[in-house]
């Protein structure tokens, strides 16, 4: 009997909004793409992918980086995993055991944003949530586009993986 690989992804939806785009299958395909896309394998780790509403992502944006507008994603590393190199990718974590994987941290969306910018970019929101959700998943990772070198790394990644799921280069 073939062993089932426990979910990467665990998805909480506080804004119903979100049913109508099977959010818990699309994270779960995006954060298994992603992790595939920076060359690590799904076991032994977890991360949780919340999807909220405006109003909740600017609260967080607000606590946590000193915005206070919303935003389209955020994402919090449960440790930093960054390169001390720039352009250089970021060394992969050490992954947990079976019942007890390391949790890569958090990503949260926001309905409204998203919404926006898919339609203000003509995409579907499906495919812009995509793109968000492998954006998130890259910066627990230790990705990051604060300076020219690591953006072209992580947008590289982004682009190369988006491919894999069906979904247009976003840049």
């Known amino acids: 009997m073939k062993p089932t690989m426990e979910p990467l992804v665990e998805t909480l939806i506080e804004d119903d909004r979100w049913q109508g785009i099977d959010l818990p299958t699309l994270a779960e395909r ?3 793409a992603a992790l595939a896309g920076a060359g ?10 919340m999807a909220c509403d405006d109003a909740r992502i600017a609260v967080l944006n607000g606590q946590f980086l000193g ?13 930093d ?14 992954p947990g055991q079976a ?7 958090d990503v949260a969306l926001a309905w409204d944003t998203c919404l926006r910018e898919a339609n203000e970019q003509g995409k579907s929101l499906s495919d812009h ?6 954006h998130g998943t890259l910066h627990l990772l230790g990705y990051d586009h604060e300076d020219d070198e690591d953006a072209n790394l992580m947008e ?4 190369t993986t988006l491919a ?8």
């Not at 894999?164 to 840049?171: D, E, F, I, S």
Request: hydrophobic share 35%; aromatic share 4%.
């Open 30 to 32: 995006a954060g298994v």
């Open 40 to 49: 690590i394998a799904p076991q032994g780790l977890t991360l949780c992918l």
């Open 67 to 79: 915005k206070t507008a919303p935003t389209n994603v955020l994402s919090w590393p449960s440790k």
């Open 81 to 94: 995993r960054s390169s001390d190199t720039f352009g250089d990718p970021p060394p992969p974590p050490e």
């Open 99 to 105: 019942g007890d994987p390391l949790h890569l941290g």
């Open 129 to 134: 949530a995509c793109h968000l959700i492998v």
């Open 156 to 159: 590289r990644i982004e682009i």
């Open 164 to 171: 894999t799921l069906g979904v247009a280069n976003p840049y």
